[in-house]
Nanobody, 125 residues
Framework: QVQLEESGGGLVQPGGSLRLSCAAS????????IGWFRQTPGKEREWVSC?????????YASGSIRGRFTVSRDNAKMTMTLEMKNLKPEDTAVYYC?????????????????WGQGTQVTVSS
């Protein structure tokens, strides 16, 4: 049974940083893509970033996310990380990691079969 578990969320002041982690287990192989998404109440889930299974491809949403967020993974530890810097109040959301057995990497939530429960990130002074 595939499980994804996010951690590292919390309350941070504007301009601060957080590191989110996603621990994976149960995948049938090591070749699974990971996506990060976020969602605020009343809004659709928004893609943030994604990384390929071989760690040879990453992508980030355009706009304010690019340049402030960095995605990485440690396949030996089956852990993916989303480093977030210079956080802004508009980054406040529940952040989810999602997984899919595939060599590619995707920004479309529909491509992912497996989802974590999410971790709350609140950026506020």
């Amino acid at each position: 049974q595939v499980q994804l578990e996010e951690s590292g969320g919390g309350l941070v002041q504007p301009g601060g940083s957080l590191r989110l982690s996603c621990a994976a287990s149960g995948f049938a192989s090591e070749y699974y893509a990971i996506g990060w998404f976020r969602q605020t109440p009343g809004k659709e889930r928004e893609w943030v970033s994604c990384i390929s299974s071989r760690n040879d491809g990453t992508s980030y949403a355009s706009g304010s996310i690019r340049g402030r967020f960095t995605v990485s993974r440690d396949n030996a530890k089956m852990t993916m990380t989303l480093e977030m810097k210079n956080l802004k109040p508009e980054d406040t959301a529940v952040y989810y990691c999602a997984g899919e057995l595939d060599f590619g990497y995707y920004s479309d939530a529909a491509e992912y079969d497996y989802w974590g429960q999410g971790t709350q990130v609140t950026v506020s002074s």
